[in-house]
């Protein structure tokens, strides 16, 4: 259909009248299709287009999406008019985007007579707003401000709930510089930038969060949120901006302390795993002790953490830097036995929470004492239980009352029950390291015997793993022809049984040298007796014989070989042939090798913890060694000893580490 300047006068339009803006639209097609069939001239002036841009568009194209759901409403309540009788008419606020920006109107849509195919959609331009003040009491009810901004008188009007940001009211207007004035300082940029965009009209609505100073000096701010629109309202109407803003203080503070909760939370969770972590790990005492003392307290809220130990019948205490001394210096010493609450707690077994001073009192009438040494406000008194055994127990202090939930004090439980273990392990592992190394004390020469025209020095260094002993060993042998056999090996392991195995290979190989006092043979008949013993474990070992004439005569059982210094002042790796280590192979053989020794020469025998590691390997190690004797040739021999071995602290390596130094003389 094309346009027409002025719509026919018949029965059923004439009602329109060329003064007013309407449009008629297809009443046959579903509302949202609904196409523009004609249009007023004030109308399509209104709308400013054209009017052959408006026939044939669909009427929603002319709305703004938020309008649509208005629109199609309108026409449905329209269509379901009478098509005789009285014509109805439906009504709608609605939002039409024209180039010059949004306007919002009331729109009215009716069936005009003697044409039930088409309907007359008006716009009211005098119509009352009368939705209105229902959209008011909505704002209200939603806990809201509702205000305008004029642009042209350049103020800010409350029109309905809470005063917005605290300036406006029934009786009071505000400048944007009052408004401002108050804005914190980080938001006021986005704020004047934000009202400029819809001012200006390079935006239509928008949101914004920001800080808004409290009335009264100090008050603080409030965090408000805001959504504006700018429009106008009629087509005759001035553009304004219109908003509603919310006080979302509280809101913004619960979720500030919920997510300061949650932050907490992970933090604690990750100090309690590491607390948990060092007690698996702690091997020594003070490790525990410093896991408790500088970890436990944290991880709780705490101020400090005390740690007593239960010793024979009375508490030994040691204590963080945030505990009070006197209360330490209180706790020292005292008898398990006292009717006090952390003696009572390591003798029940049972965790003490006091969530106050008072509470303290008044369950502990006889025992102020406590409270006058430390200005704490409540206690955590956890036990450390393991095997229903009395070992001791933690104090955390706060210095707020009542700081701990339940899910709090079932973990702290947990953690006593968990250092208990740790300390019994711990107390275990000593007895079981003292017992070893009373064993490899005993088992290795206390004093080297004198032997004729030799200086004789020897050293060892315990692994630092395990027991911290290990089988590496030495001994000097005076032998029946005026000589000696000086013998150095490595039994295999770093535990009570590898000690013990040292002492037996030790004895054996005594008992064989002074029968006969060939290296091949002691070696040959030591191997066989392990192998009868039928013993899961194996020794390297190097035999070196000197005869009462001064000559040497070396066997080696799968053990580093000795490095020898000549009296000239070269040192040499004696890489001879060796044979397999000890309790290995039936029938093994070892082969014998002679060397010259003369006054001023030295002999190395070392086990692989001195020369071999991780950093590098044994033939290096060998050649360090020798560099070394070469070099501090001069020196003292157990000086010269404590050069040497130094070589094992160089190697990176944990095990175990031997040395014996013959000197000729």
């Known amino acids: 259909m094309t346009t027409s300047p002025a719509p026919a006068q018949d029965p059923g339009r004439a009602a329109a009248g060329e003064g007013t803006a309407w449009l008629l639209v297809d009443a046959s097609a579903r509302p949202a299709e609904s196409r523009v069939l004609e249009v007023s001239r004030r109308a399509a002036r209104l709308l400013e287009r054209a009017p052959d841009e408006l026939v044939g568009a669909p009427l929603t194209a002319l709305v703004a999406e938020g309008s649509l759901n208005s629109v199609i409403a309108l026409l449905l309540e329209a269509a379901s008019f009478p098509r005789a009788g009285a014509a109805g008419k439906a009504l709608q606020p609605v939002e039409f985007t024209v180039p010059s920006g949004a306007v919002i109107c009331t729109a009215s849509a009716r069936r005009p007579r003697g044409d039930d195919g088409v309907l007359l959609v008006r716009i009211e331009e005098k119509f009352p707003q009368r939705r209105w003040e229902a959209l008011r009491l909505g704002v209200v009810l939603a806990g809201e401000s509702l205000w305008l901004y004029d642009h042209d008188a350049e103020r800010f009007r409350w029109l309905e709930g809470e005063p917005p940001f605290s300036l406006m009211g029934p009786d009071r207007d505000v400048s944007p510089e009052e408004f401002l004035a108050r804005v914190h300082p980080h938001d006021l940029d986005s704020v004047a930038a934000f009202f400029d965009s819809l001012v200006s009209g390079r935006t239509d609505s ?10 009264g000096e100090g008050a603080g701010y409030r965090k408000l949120h805001t959504r504006a629109r700018a429009a106008r309202f009629g087509f005759t109407g001035a553009r304004r901006i219109v908003g509603t803003t919310e006080d979302t203080t509280t809101l913004v503070e619960r979720l500030d302390a919920l997510q300061a909760a949650y932050v907490n939370e992970r933090k604690r969770g990750r100090l309690v795993g590491e607390l948990a972590s060092a007690f698996i790990s702690a091997a020594t005492e003070d490790e525990l002790t410093e896991a408790v003392l500088h970890r436990l307290a944290p991880a709780f809220g705490g101020v400090g953490t005390l740690f007593a130990y239960g010793e024979g019948g009375h508490l030994r205490v040691v204590f963080g830097d945030e505990i009070d001394q006197a209360l330490a210096k209180e706790l020292e010493g005292l008898p398990l036995s006292a009717p006090k609450p952390l003696p009572e707690a390591i003798r029940t077994g049972e965790a003490l929470f006091i969530a106050s001073r008072e509470e303290y009192r008044e369950r502990w009438p006889m025992a102020h004492s406590l409270l006058d040494a430390t200005d704490a406000e409540s ?5 450390l239980r393991a095997a229903a055994r009395q070992l001791g127990a933690w104090v955390i202090t706060f210095h707020e009352p009542g700081m701990l939930t339940e899910g709090d004090r079932t973990l702290m439980r947990t953690l006593g029950t968990l250092a208990g273990q740790a300390l019994e392990r711990i107390r275990l592992q000593e007895a079981r390291v003292e017992l070893a190394r ?14 004729p025209g030799v200086e004789l020095t020897a050293l060892y260094h315990p692994a630092q793993t395990g ?5 590496d060993w ?25 000690a013990g195995l040292m002492g037996q290979v030790r004895t054996a190989l005594r008992a064989y040298a002074w029968q006969d006092p060939q290296p091949g043979t002691v070696l040959e008949r030591t191997n066989e007796l392990l192998l009868q013993m039928g013993v899961r474990a194996f ?28 009296a000239g002042g070269t040192a040499t790796v004696c890489e001879d042939e060796t044979g397999p280590p000890l309790g290995v192979l039936e029938g093994a ?5 002679a060397y010259d020794f003369s006054r001023g020469g030295i002999l190395a025998l070392l086990t692989d913890g001195v020369v071999e590691g991780p950093r590098f390997t044994a033939d290096e190690g060998l050649r360090r060694v020798g560099d ?38």
């Open 206 to 215: 928008g949101e914004l969060l920001f800080r808004l100073r409290r009335s």
């Open 379 to 383: 206690f955590a008194m956890v036990p």
């Open 438 to 451: 009373i064993v490899q004390r005993n088992m290795l020469p206390e004093v080297l015997p004198p032997v």
């Open 467 to 471: 027991l911290d002993v290990g089988g």
């Open 474 to 498: 030495y001994d000097v042998v005076p032998l029946q022809d005026g000589g000696a056999a000086f013998v150095i090996g490595d039994v295999q392991g770093h535990d009570l049984h590898a």
């Open 539 to 566: 020794t390297t070992c190097l035999y070196v014989r000197l005869m009462a004439d001064g000559r040497l005569c070396t066997a080696r059982a799968g053990h580093p070989p000795m490095v020898r210094l000549d």
């Open 589 to 593: 053989r070892y082969p014998e090798h």
């Open 628 to 665: 070394l004797l070469a070099l501090k040739a001069h020196e003292p021999l157990d000086v010269l000893a404590q050069y040497l071995m130094s070589t094992a602290g160089s190697t990176g390596h944990l095990d175990d580490s031997a040395l014996l130094l013959v000197r000729g003389m």
